[in-house]
């Protein structure tokens, strides 16, 4: 089993840590993290620890997160944030990944495959792969990234932060990194996953796809009486 954690940067209430238009960094950077945990879910033998707090209520202190991390024995370690320069909008851009500072190969592995994968989801500026001395990196006991997705207080960027298939399309890449470090594949679908759609008593589909089920039921909420998911 392959240990994940992974978090969401600070919280919904941290005091500056948002866009010139009052936008929270934490919510950009948990839809990231909850797309990613989604997508890991596509993979056989990952365990996840989430490390921030999924209400994004408390902002989890650095000590805690990365305690939390290192007695449960993760393997690797995953940070979301979101960039800001001056905090008035400005055309600045651009993804970058960042490992503690010094050579840590594994690390260096890890941002180079998700970090690769990660700017061709956000699709701006690659500003590469650096290096800086944050407690998450530091403190970690395992091969650790922090990923700058774009800058909130960006023209630019903030058109991909508030595109919710963007953030989708980023968290699936964080997990196909993940995946890759590791050698893991993806888990097949078997027909055990078919669910039919029964709607007032007449099956109208049968889908293997989870997110395309619930679509299905969304689209009869409120004109049916009754809807039932029936496995196959
Ligand atoms: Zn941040």
């Known amino acids: ?14 005091k500056g840590k948002r866009s010139p238009n ?3 960094e934490w919510f950009f950077n948990k839809q990231v993290v909850e797309y990613a945990i989604k997508h890991l ?3 056989d033998g990952i365990d996840v620890l989430r490390v921030d707090d999924r209400t994004g209520k408390t902002d989890v202190p650095l000590q805690e997160r990365t305690d939390n991390a290192n007695s449960w024995g993760a ?27 010094g050579n840590w190969n594994e690390a260096e592995k890890l941002a180079g495959i998700v970090h ?21 990196l530091r403190e970690t006991k395992m091969p650790a990234i922090l990923i700058e997705g774009g800058f909130m207080d960006s023209e630019i960027d903030i058109k991909k932060l508030r595109d919710d298939s963007v953030l989708e399309k980023v968290g699936q890449a964080i997990a196909e990194g993940v995946a890759e470090y590791f050698g893991l594949k993806k888990r097949e ?34 004109k049916a009486k009754e809807i039932k998911i029936q496995k196959v």
Request: a neutral charge.
């Open 22 to 24: 009052d936008e929270r």
């Open 41 to 43: 879910r596509d993979y």
């Open 116 to 136: 690769g994968k990660v700017i061709g989801a956000y699709g701006l500026a690659n500003r590469g792969l650096k290096k800086a001395n944050f407690h998450v």
């Open 189 to 222: 679908k078997s027909t055990s996953d078919i669910h039919r759609l029964i709607v007032d008593g007449k099956q109208v589909i049968a889908l293997k796809d989870d997110d395309n089920l619930l679509n299905e039921v969304k689209s009869y909420l409120g």
């Open 1 to 14: 089993m392959v240990k994940v954690a992974i978090g969401a940067g600070h919280g919904f209430y941290t």
């Open 75 to 101: 393997d690797i370690y995953i940070s979301c944030h979101h960039n800001a320069n001056t905090g008035e909008w400005g055309t600045w851009t651009g993804t970058e990944t960042y490992t503690y500072e």
